[in-house]
């Protein structure tokens, strides 16, 4: 029942209109990175680690990090969202992720394969939709949305203020060009920094339902490095 009711509010919330808070995001992104460096600087370092890993085994490495990768990268927002509710984390709170291995992974592939054949037809629809599918990872492991829904929810979504998201993701990619030039040691923190960032934007416009009214700043502004 809980699920379906989460579903049914964010198609209705597909429907509606919203505020993008662009300074807010990326000031309380910093914030959640600021609650807890350690933990989210390791999951990275395990992340970096466990791919680059895997890419070096022929053929079967390919395939396990098609299969693994969504899930690895989803790790992060369930681990930022114990954060952002409990004021604590441990690692094992990112590989909760793997509770839905399955759903991550059909999304990724099929998510991509429609990026793949727009931008081989007209390069712009492939465009569009590589930034409309940004709120499906979090969709599937923090609303529990299928993959098909989380596809075409948030597509809708964000295609209300698709320039908006593009300005952000286009200055989050940056920011992690910055990390790599630091021989590549800043994207530790540019990593996590970065789903801070998209965990904070999912939060304002989508939310958790239920009662839940509690600014995502409420656990994180108090602690200082």
Not at 206 to 219: L, M, P, R, S, W
Request: net charge negative; glycine share 12%.
């Amino acid at each position: 029942m809980e699920i379906i009711g989460d579903k049914a509010r964010i198609e209705k919330l597909s429907e509606s209109e919203y505020e993008f808070h662009f300074d807010k995001y990326f000031s309380t992104g910093w914030d959640i990175f600021r609650k807890s460096p350690g933990q989210l600087i390791l999951y990275t370092v395990i992340v970096l680690g466990i791919s680059i890993g895997i890419g070096l085994i022929p053929i079967l490495g390919g395939i396990a990090g098609v299969i693994i990768g969504p899930a690895l990268s989803a790790g992060f927002y369930v681990g930022i969202r114990k954060l952002d509710t409990t004021g604590t984390l441990e690692i094992g709170d990112f590989f909760k992720s793997f509770d839905f291995l399955l759903q991550l992974f059909l999304f990724a592939l099929v998510s991509g394969l429609l990026v793949l054949l727009g931008t081989l037809l007209l390069v712009l629809p492939g465009i569009w939709l590589s930034i409309a599918i940004s709120f499906g990872y979090p969709l599937v492991v923090l609303a529990k949305l299928e993959f098909w829904d989380a596809i075409k929810n948030s597509a809708k979504i964000v295609t209300k203020k698709w320039f908006h998201f593009f300005g952000m993701l286009i200055l989050l990619a940056l920011i992690n060009m910055v990390g790599v030039l630091f021989l590549g040691l800043g994207l530790l923190i540019t990593i996590p920094f970065t789903y801070g960032v998209l965990y904070t934007c999912y939060k304002d416009i989508i939310g958790f339902g239920g009662a839940e009214t509690q600014d995502v700043t409420d656990h994180l502004v108090d602690d200082q490095i």
